[in-house]
């Protein structure tokens, strides 16, 4: 109930998000896009936090 599960693309069991792969078939898990995304978005978190940060430095670099 507290894990995530989806419906296996191959056999149609419930696979848990934490599993790599379906635990009943061996299949790819149905949640292979997420760890993509995670990445991409780790990437761009750490682009993001970068430019803010070097704002930062900016302005207090540059004092009104
Ligand atoms: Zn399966």
Redesign the pocket.
Known sequence: MAMNEKA??????L?REDQA???????PSPFPQSQKMTAAQKKFILFFVATIVLCIILILWFPR
């Open positions: 296996c693309n191959h056999c149609g069991k696979v792969s379906c635990p009943w078939c061996g299949s």
